[in-house]
């Protein structure tokens, strides 16, 4: 049901035109539950599973759904550093974090770079050839913009954490 009213919610419904941000905005979740699983248990497998995650928001090259991650981990982080649970090693846990953000920041850096560079060089300019193409409007147009960014098989790979310790998700 989360996921069907994430996939379906006000901020997404509202943003159909925006495809990076169609794109990026359910690996959010998944970032979130990817730090949230690092955390828990520190291991290389979740550190690998964060640095992905992170990397997977940052390709999809929506500067809202950066911007969100951005302030979303980090006060994730700074929360586990100031407010540690019970029984948590600190500092071991949050640096380990933080060093699988950066990895996943420079996994993306190979096409983030050259992008930014091009962007830069580009300068101002308007919607060029993409504010040329008509979209399609009405009910064919909101079921070809649903179909194409439809973010299940994100919130599946988001679940997987989940199926071991909610038993709804598991059936039984």
């Known amino acids: 049901m989360a996921g069907l009213g994430f996939a379906l919610g006000p ?40 640095a992905t995650a992170v990397a997977l928001v940052l390709l999809a090259g929506s500067w809202d759904a950066t911007g969100a991650a951005a302030l979303l981990l980090g006060a994730r982080l700074l929360g586990a550093a100031f407010l ?16 699988a953000i950066l990895a996943g920041v420079l996994l993306a850096a190979p096409q983030l770079v050259p992008t930014l560079v091009a962007l830069r060089e580009a300068g ?43 038993a709804a998700i598991r059936g039984a």
């Open 84 to 99: 540690p649970a019970a029984g948590t090693p600190l500092r071991p846990t949050v640096l380990g974090a933080a060093a």
């Open 11 to 50: 901020y997404l419904v509202a943003h159909l035109g925006d495809t990076a941000t169609i794109v990026a905005a359910p690996f959010l979740p998944l970032a979130l539950l990817a730090l949230e699983e690092h955390l828990a248990r520190p291991r290389a497998a979740s550190a690998a599973g964060l």
């Open 124 to 166: 101002p300019g308007g919607a060029g050839v993409a504010g040329a193409v008509p979209s399609l409007a009405g009910a064919a147009g909101m079921v070809v913009r649903y179909a194409s960014h439809a973010p299940a098989a994100v919130f599946a790979l988001a679940a997987i954490p989940l199926v071991g310790r909610v």
